[in-house]
C-alpha cells in the first residue's frame, strides 16, 4: 500500500485535532469544590410556597432545586429533633447560589417579614465561628447538625450582625444545599 502525500497526512491530523478539540468542548466540566467562604442562599419567608415556587419559576426561569418537608436537628448533645417545614431551594441553572423559601408565619420581629437570613458556606464551621466572635458577632446559636429530607446533611449556626441582620454559616456535610 501505497504512503499518502505528506499535506494530506497533515491535513488529516489538523483535521482530527480540530475534531478532537471541538469534541471535549462538550465533555462533562469536572467540578471544582466550592471557594470559602462563599454566599450560598438567602432565605425568605413566604405565605404560601406552591404560589410562590410558581411565581419564581415562571418569572426567572429558576430551577427547584431541591424541596424539604422535614429538618432533623441534631445538636451537641447528640439529641436529634425531627422538625416538619415547607421548604423549597429554588437556583439559576448553572448557578450554586440558592433562593431558599420557607412557608410559615412571617416573625414579629427582626429584619423584614420576608427577609429571614443569609446563608454563608464555610469549610470548618466551628472556625468560622471563632473568627465572627473574635470580630464581634454577637448571640451566636450552637453547632447544630440539619439533616434534610432530601439527604443533605450540614452544621449550622446563627449569628447576628452589627445592625441586627441575621446569617447563618453552613458547613456541607454531605448532599448539596
Do not use: C, W
Amino acid at each position: 500500500m501505497r504512503a499518502l502525500p505528506r499535506h494530506f497526512r497533515l491535513a488529516a491530523v489538523a483535521t482530527f485535532g480540530t475534531i478532537a478539540v471541538a469534541v471535549s468542548a462538550f465533555a462533562p466540566a469536572k467540578k471544582a469544590p466550592p471557594l470559602s467562604p462563599r454566599f450560598n442562599h438567602v432565605m425568605m419567608i413566604v405565605s404560601n410556597l406552591d404560589s410562590s415556587v410558581a411565581f419564581y419559576t415562571a418569572a426567572f426561569d429558576l430551577n427547584v432545586a431541591q424541596r424539604i418537608t422535614e429538618l432533623r436537628v441534631t445538636d451537641e448533645n447528640g439529641t436529634a429533633t425531627p422538625r416538619p417545614v415547607k421548604m423549597a431551594l429554588l437556583e439559576f441553572p448553572g448557578q450554586e447560589f440558592v433562593l431558599e423559601m420557607a412557608e410559615r408565619p412571617a416573625p414579629a420581629t427582626g429584619p423584614s417579614p420576608n427577609y429571614q437570613h443569609l446563608g454563608v458556606d464555610v469549610r470548618d464551621i466551628a472556625a468560622a465561628a471563632e473568627r465572627i466572635r473574635k470580630a464581634g458577632g454577637r448571640d451566636l446559636s450552637p453547632i447544630h447538625t440539619v439533616s434534610t429530607s432530601g439527604g443533605t446533611v450540614a452544621k449550622n449556626m446563627f449569628f447576628v450582625g452589627p445592625s441586627g441582620e441575621r446569617v447563618e454559616l453552613m458547613q456541607i456535610v454531605s448532599g448539596e444545599f
